[in-house]
């Protein structure tokens, strides 16, 4: 696919138990069903072409005989198909049987890889029959070709740097050193497992936390398969478990006792950006060797989920879960500051989300604190744009939280500001504007100073990102306790906390239906009339593009792409690509405003503090970046 997508495909086929034929012809109606959904890369299960509960059928010149004769068959399906196809199965070498992935494209064998660790001990018994192939290298012959044959060895595709594969089977991933950890510091950038793993229970849980955790320390794609019902024999069954993962992610997963194909899309350039990223990633490829495979570079639709918010978690439970941890984080890091400083919180509030939630962040920190929150000083400053029902849910919201509310009216302070430095009266542009933003940012600094204070800045990631904040006004603070929380996320840690205190509940879920705005404008008719997203787009989708730019690094028109896929049903695709642009835009224009940004906790991966995550010239040019957009 394009974009360094791979469409992977894991599959447990209907195996009989030392029929390589029969099963032969399973393997080839999954690689026919693959091909045609244009799949890349597909794997089948350890040993099915004989199936794993052979026994001493293993040592049988018989099924030696059909083994080969099946593989030749499978070889054959493959004419002219450019999927990539690992089959698990029994080869013999120079006197010895291993248990190995055998891997096909077009015709041909590119390479056969052995299985390292053998396990001997409660219902395994391999060993008896399995040789080791961690030492072992050279070709071995198969339907009259002669194949790499070695562990060490990378599936290299010839035209995309990014999408390289390695096979470790089963046991392999269980060790204490797996194989998948030099093919990942070698440059596989997809490993494939193929497992005949028993199922017991809790042990499908153990297979995903383990494989959860191997993708996301070698920054890999995972794809794990295992045998069937139909391998169930004596005392063990098998559930056909299948799992693709990502970096620490599952893509998707199979129910258990059912076998069938399961598909997804891995993202190697996705993978490869993380590597870079992380300079402690080493890479060794010494003693492996590379195979090259055609792979195909097409558009087509994914299948995978791309969630419309993905800074934030798309379940209940991990959600609450994941909004409680932030809070946390906040109101701990807010309470260090305080202790250091030994001075009260000073907050200004709008009635808006993010200065709502800045106050709920300081009850939080009091509380830890011990201390009374009658001390926070909460500051509410109308201005012409502030509308009835914004000034009323700032009385409601003191009221219910128990703070001490003062109201500071700046309408006439700043009309005689602009009248001082000669602006004509009437007009409403940006100077009438930032104006307000900078007088209430006086006030608060003032205060602070006055009655040993801290400002407690309200602004949020995506404002920051878009530059959506007034230079040296609402910009500036003593520390930015929402610094890195995105627009999507302080919607969500409001709603959270609504649920959580009842006495809350009324006046947040209110402010969480009215509209954003910076209120800069005067209202009408007491009702909000300068509207943020109307101005500069919809939020969901700035922090969409705010997600994959910054912490996958990736073009914009994958970016697009993956934006098209995610909202094609709310927004249409020019509208997509419009906001995308005006985010480019200002993303690139602001980022003299971020490199003064003060002080904020950083709660997610993603933070554009210019001390540690986002160091860039303010003179930076977006024009590679909007030209890309328009391919």
């Known amino acids: 696919m394009k974009y360094g997508f791979v469409k992977t495909a894991a599959v447990t086929p209907k195996i009989v138990i030392a029929n390589p034929k029969a099963n032969a012809i399973e393997i080839i109606k999954f690689i026919k069903q693959a091909n045609t959904s244009l799949v890349d890369l597909l794997i089948f299960p350890e040993l099915c072409v004989t199936g794993y509960t052979c026994g001493e059928l293993f040592l049988s010149d018989v099924l030696k005989e059909s083994v080969y004769k099946a593989l030749n068959v499978i070889r054959k399906s493959t004419t002219g198909k450019k999927l990539l196809v690992f089959v698990g199965s029994p080869i013999w070498k120079e006197g010895k049987l291993y248990s190995c992935a055998v891997v096909f494209q077009n ?7 052995p299985k390292t660790y053998l396990p001997s001990y409660s219902e395994f018994y ?40 390695s096979a470790e089977i089963c046991e392999d991933l269980f060790t204490i050193s797996p194989p998948s950890n030099n093919h990942a510091q070698a440059g596989a950038t997809i490993i494939v497992n193929l497992s005949a793993s028993n199922e017991l229970i809790g042990k499908s849980d153990y297979r995903k936390t383990l494989l959860k955790a191997q993708s996301g320390r070698l920054s890999c794609g995972y794809v794990y398969v295992s045998a069937g019902c139909g391998e169930s024999v004596g005392d063990i069954i098998f559930s056909g478990h299948r799992i693709i993962a990502e970096n620490g992610v599952i893509l998707t997963e199979s129910v258990l006792f059912k076998e069938g194909i399961t598909v997804s899309e891995i993202d190697t350039e996705r993978l490869a950006y993380e590597r870079r990223k992380l300079n402690v990633f080493e890479t060794n490829s010494e003693g492996y060797i590379n195979v090259e495979f055609d792979f195909n570079e097409r558009v087509e639709n994914l299948t ?80 012409p744009g502030t509308s009835k029902r914004t000034l009323k849910n700032v009385v409601k919201l003191s009221n219910a939280v128990n703070v001490h509310l003062r109201k500071i009216l700046i ?16 007009v409403k542009d940006i100077t009438y504007e930032n104006a307000q933003a900078r007088e209430r940012m006086q006030i608060l600094m003032d205060i602070a100073n006055a009655e040993n204070g801290y400002v407690i800045g309200t602004g949020d990631l995506s404002e920051n990102a878009l530059g959506w904040c007034t230079y040296n006004g609402d910009h500036m603070s003593m520390y930015a306790i929402n610094s890195s929380i995105p627009k999507t996320l302080v919607k969500y840690l409001v709603s959270y906390e609504a649920q959580r205190v009842k006495m809350y509940k009324e006046v947040l879920i209110d402010i969480l239906n009215t ?35 910054v912490r996958f690094g990736q073009k914009p028109e994958k970016t697009l792409f993956l934006a098209i896929k995610a909202f094609n049903k709310i927004y249409s695709k020019d509208d997509i690509e419009k906001y995308f642009k005006i985010f480019l835009k200002r ?19 993603i933070a554009l503090s210019p001390r540690g995550d986002w160091r860039m010239a303010t003179e930076s040019s977006v024009r590679e970046w909007l030209n890309n957009l328009k391919k």
Do not use: W
């Open 515 to 549: 509209d954003i705005s910076p209120e800069l404008l005067p209202s009408k008719n007491g009702k909000i009339f300068q509207k943020t997203e109307d101005i500069i787009g919809p939020y969901e989708l700035h922090d969409f593009f705010l997600y994959y730019t």
């Open 587 to 605: 993303f690139f224009f602001s980022q003299f405003k971020r490199n003064c940004y003060p002080d904020g906790i950083k709660v997610g991966t």
């Open 107 to 113: 015709d041909k064998i590119l390479g056969v890889v």
């Open 411 to 426: 309408t006439e302070s700043v009309d005689r500001h602009l009248k001082d430095i000669k602006r004509k009266r009437g």
């Open 304 to 383: 995978r989920f791309v969630s419309q918010s993905p800074f934030v978690p798309n379940d209940a439970d991990s959600l609450s879960t994941r909004a409680e941890l932030i809070l946390k984080i906040q109101s701990q890091a807010l309470a260090e500051r305080l202790k250091f400083t030994c001075l009260n919180a000073v907050v200004g509030i709008s009635g808006g989300l993010d200065s709502t939630l800045a106050l709920l962040v300081i009850l939080r920190t009091y509380e830890l604190l011990g201390k009374d929150k009658k001390d926070i000083i909460v500051v509410t400053m109308p201005g």
């Open 126 to 165: 391999e060993i008896r029959h399995f040789t080791s192939g961690k030492n072992a290298s050279g070709f071995v012959k198969i339907c009259r070709q002669d194949a790499p044959f070695r562990v060490s060895m990378i599936f290299s595709a010839k035209n995309n740097e990014n999408v390289k594969v």
